[in-house]
Nanobody, 124 residues
């Protein structure tokens, strides 16, 4: 059983930065991928960024390209989301998700495991 724990959310002014962390346990040596999704109040959960744990392939949503960077630390079993030049529309609960199966990386139903979420609030 994989467990994912997010941290690093908070309140920041527009133009500021935050770094989210997703610590994974129970992954073992299985092929795995991790993504970040976010959900704003009253809206659907949407894809933000993806990284494949084994080969390092990375994908981003168009809305965050050039501002967000996803990375991994294999030794710490942790995935990071560095968020720069934050905008009020980035305000949401950010979720870390993990999967070992195939399917479109931006579709939430293809992910097996989810963290509890961390709130990010960007003030204007």
């Amino acid at each position: 059983q994989v467990q994912l724990v997010e941290s690093g959310g908070g309140l920041v002014q527009a133009g500021g930065s935050l770094r989210l962390s997703c610590a994974a346990s129970g992954r073992g040596n299985s092929n795995y991928a991790v993504a970040w999704f976010r959900q704003a109040p009253g809206k659907e959960r949407v894809f933000v960024a993806y990284i494949d744990w084994s080969d390092g392939r990375i994908f981003y949503a168009d809305s965050v390209k050039g501002r967000f960077t996803i990375s991994r630390d294999n030794a710490k079993n942790t995935v990071y989301l560095q968020m720069n030049t934050l905008k009020p529309e980035d305000t949401a609960v950010y979720y870390c998700a993990g999967r070992s199966k195939n399917g479109a990386v931006w579709v939430a139903r293809f992910y097996d495991y989810w963290g509890q979420g961390t709130q990010v609030t960007v003030s204007s």
